[in-house]
């Protein structure tokens, strides 16, 4: 069975792990980020992506940047 949680790569670069934790959140809050939306979820609309990806990627970088201290 495939698994839905996001794109998989072979880098854990701060983009990669920003983007994962983007479907974490996705997920947590019930976003849907494709068309079609079942019960119970909301369609992510292009602000929220863009939004939440912001912040995520603004999380990993500072904590990167607090681990290198």
Do not use: F
Request: some cysteine.
């Amino acid at each position: 069975m495939a698994d839905n949680a996001g794109p998989r790569g072979t880098e854990n670069t701060p983009e990669k792990v920003a983007l994962d934790l983007l479907y974490i959140i996705a997920h947590l809050e019930r976003r849907a980020l494709h068309s079609g939306a079942s019960e119970g979820w909301t369609s992510a609309d292009r602000q929220w992506v863009l939004s939440t990806y912001t912040e995520c990627i603004r999380a990993i970088r500072d904590d990167s940047q607090n681990r290198s201290r």
